[in-house]
């Protein structure tokens, strides 16, 4: 989904590569694909407060996604 949204080829999005330092992603962009990637995979949004720039890398994005509650607040 990023590699595309990107215009990356996949395999140069590691998952420690930094989205902003090594990928050139600004933190609007960040955010716009971190609010597809929690609506694809049925996730709710991170509480308010949550600094979704503080997860530099997409391990980092992964990890937080895994700790958030479904959208339909089944557990997962």
Do not use: N
């Not at 595309?4 to 989205?19: C, I, N």
């Not at 955010?31 to 709710?44: H, K």
């Not at 509480?47 to 990890?63: C, Y």
């Amino acid at each position: 989904m990023y590699a595309s949204a990107l215009g990356y080829p996949p395999e140069v999005l590691t998952g420690d590569a930094d989205l902003e330092a090594d990928l050139g992603v600004d933190s609007i962009k960040q955010t716009e694909l971190f609010a597809q990637a929690v609506t694809r995979f049925g996730r709710s949004l991170p509480t308010e407060g949550s600094r979704l720039t503080s997860h530099t890398t997409l391990d980092a994005l992964a990890g937080l996604l895994r700790t958030l509650p479904s959208a339909s607040g089944a557990p997962v």
